[in-house]
């Protein structure tokens, strides 16, 4: 391994002043991303319409029978007291009229299967471009936004990887809390392994891993001056390329194996 590099002050200073000195870039960058995200979920909407507007018609069914049924039972109430209870039945009708909607699920399920799983692998192949994007701009201090669409043939990776982490991270917090916190801090990187070196799913896990031995104090330290700094901005566009050029920093200031 190389030599201790990381530090939380100059990766906070680094993430901060670089996307300050290069908002143009990182602003496009992060729009194009919205924009990609947006087509994913509007594209996805648009294949399942006619599920959507099943459901959308027995609900409104449903809603104008609960309403129906409040008003014959309670004839002599007062105009509030029906316009409340009227409220009440509409925004519960799922629950109150009875109403199942597993056979229009059972109906459509292959086709949301099918592009829900398409859409969540073009997602995380447009995080794992921006990822590459976030590299190259710390490596060689430019980037395209087109490196967004680079890495789409590399999701299925992210996608087992991830799978692995999030059943690890749970194990451990079932297992007293503490161990799930560690994995999540050490593990966290598999993103990066994956975009930096093309490492499969198993092999990016055990990068980060021997990555950030001796480090979890200071990674959880960033860690909460990441999520105070997301919590606490309105501009989004702002913090969420802060907060990946941090994470960018640490990872290349990490040691290397």
């Avoid at 996307?19 to 594209?43: E, H, P, Q």
């Avoid at 996805?44 to 959507?52: E, G, R, T, V």
């Avoid at 916190?181 to 799913?201: C, E, T």
């Amino acid at each position: 391994m190389e030599a201790n590099k990381f530090s939380v002050s100059e990766c906070l200073r680094a993430g901060v002043t670089g996307v300050l000195d290069n908002f143009r870039l990182f602003f496009l960058s992060n729009l194009a991303l919205g924009l990609l995200c947006m087509l994913v979920f509007a594209g996805a909407a648009a294949l399942n319409w006619p599920f959507i507007n099943e459901v959308i018609t027995a609900g409104q069914q449903a809603a104008q029978e609960a309403t129906v049924e409040q008003e014959t039972q309670a004839p002599a109430e007062s105009m509030p007291t029906k316009m409340v209870k009227g409220c009440k039945g509409m925004a519960c009708s799922m629950m109150q009229s009875g109403v199942s909607y597993f056979p229009i699920l059972q109906r459509h399920w292959l086709k949301l299967f099918i592009t829900g799983l398409l859409a969540l692998f073009l997602l995380l192949g447009f995080g794992l471009g921006y990822t590459k994007f976030m590299l190259d701009f710390y490596d060689t201090g430019t980037a395209r936004v087109s490196v967004l669409f680079s890495e789409l043939i590399r999701s299925p990776k992210v996608f087992i990887a991830g799978v692995i982490y999030l059943t690890l991270m749970l194990l451990g917090f079932v297992f007293f809390f503490i161990p799930g916190i560690i994995l999540m801090l050490r593990l966290i990187f598999f993103v990066f392994a994956i975009a930096d070196k093309n490492a499969g799913p198993l092999a990016a896990l055990r990068t980060s891993w021997l990555m950030t031995r001796g480090y979890t104090w200071q990674l959880f330290a960033i860690s909460l001056v990441i999520f105070a700094l997301a919590s606490l901005s309105t501009a989004v566009f702002l913090a969420s390329p802060i907060v990946a050029f941090v994470h960018t920093c640490v990872y290349r200031r990490l040691p290397k194996v």
